[in-house]
């Protein structure tokens, strides 16, 4: 299994512009989440998905965007980038039994300049 | 508001010391508290958790004690390694919504 996979691994945008972040995962985990870490305020929930077609807003979802049209995927796009969304980025699953068990992926760090 | 309070932001030991990190909660309906470990570059792993019916977890080298009555719990890494220095995030959840709620995390260093 290739747990959770994310892509690209490394961005840079420039203000203004939108792209989509990747994520897909094959252990067939019901829940699927976006965090965003930046120093000093550790791991923020972004958007969450309990199952495909069925996501939520988390604490800081303002400027993305999020779908679920299957279980293995959950894609984050930015609408127009800024530079208060540089971060690392990281995607995260989980079953619904041991929902408190997150699985990260390797995170993609974004640079909006 | 920050629901999870971790303490310290950073840590540097000796080899062989003793680090620990201290998390403190308000909901009680969290029943579920988990720590991750982070290594530079990679993503969070589970690392141990505990219910708050256990007062204390050991996983190796790695204890996490309970305080239920104080609302607080915390990490301890016994005969620290260099290969432990990582960023350590305690965290919370209840049974009811499955999106555990994350401290700021600990850098910690452990020097050779």
């Known amino acids: ?113 | 508001q920050q629901q999870v309070k971790q303490s310290p932001q950073s840590l540097i030991v000796q080899k062989g010391g003793i680090p620990i990190i201290n998390c403190a909660y308000e909901n009680t309906a969290f029943d579920y508290f988990p720590w991750y470990q982070q290594f530079p570059g990679k993503g969070p792993a589970l690392l141990i958790a505990i219910r708050p019916d256990v007062s204390e977890k050991k996983e190796g080298r790695f204890t996490i004690s309970f305080n239920k009555s104080a609302k607080q719990f915390s990490l301890h890494i016994m005969d620290s390694q260099p290969g432990d220095s990582a960023t350590y995030f305690c965290a919370a959840s209840t049974g009811g919504s499955y999106i555990p709620t994350f401290g700021r995390g600990t850098s910690l260093i452990v020097h050779p």
């Open chain 1, 1 to 113: 299994n290739a747990g959770v996979t994310q892509t690209p691994k490394f961005q840079v945008l420039k203000t203004g512009q939108s792209m989509t972040l990747q994520c897909a995962q094959d252990m067939n985990h019901e829940y699927m989440s976006w965090y965003r870490q930046d120093p000093g305020m550790g791991l923020r929930l972004i958007h969450y998905s309990v199952g495909a077609g069925i996501t939520d807003q988390g604490e800081v979802p303002n400027g993305y965007n999020v779908s679920r049209s299957t279980t293995e995927d959950f894609p984050l796009r930015l609408l127009s980038a800024a530079p208060s969304q540089t971060s690392v980025y990281f995607c995260a699953s989980s079953t619904g039994i041991q929902a408190y068990e997150q699985y990260f992926g390797p995170g993609t760090r974004l640079t909006v300049t």
